[in-house]
């Protein structure tokens, strides 16, 4: 069964990084291209960041081109989500899954841009 926890949420000023974190298991993760989602109050889920199986290319939504960067550790079944000059657009849970996507999504992790 597909298990995903995402961590490294939490509150931040503008400006500010957060590196978010999720740990997969249940499937052969070095033989799927990885997504970060983020869903805000009263909006759709929406597609943040993708990366291929081997990191060789990667995909961001226009609003985070050149702020955030997705990673992945294979060894570790993990990948990553750097957010760098955060907004305060950027708030939302932001959620990890593989693709195409799982059914089985994770608790996601709360990230909120406030001063």
């Known amino acids: 069964q597909v298990q995903l926890v995402e961590s490294g949420g939490g509150l931040v000023q503008p400006g500010g990084s957060l590196r978010l974190s999720c740990a997969a298991s249940?499937?052969?993760?070095?033989?799927?291209?990885m997504n970060w989602y983020r869903q805000a109050p009263g909006k759709e889920r929406e597609l943040v960041a993708t990366?291929?199986?081997?990191?060789?290319?990667?995909n961001y939504a226009d609003s985070v081109k050149g702020r955030f960067t997705i990673s992945r550790d294979n060894a570790k079944n993990t990948v990553y989500l750097q957010m760098n000059s955060l907004k305060p657009e950027d708030t939302a849970v932001y959620y990890c899954?593989?693709?195409?996507?799982?059914?089985?999504w994770g608790q996601g992790t709360q990230v909120t841009v406030s001063s």
């Open positions: 899954n593989k693709a195409p996507p799982s059914g089985n």
């Open positions: 249940g499937f052969t993760f070095s033989s799927y291209a």
């Open positions: 990366i291929s199986v081997i990191s060789s290319w990667t």
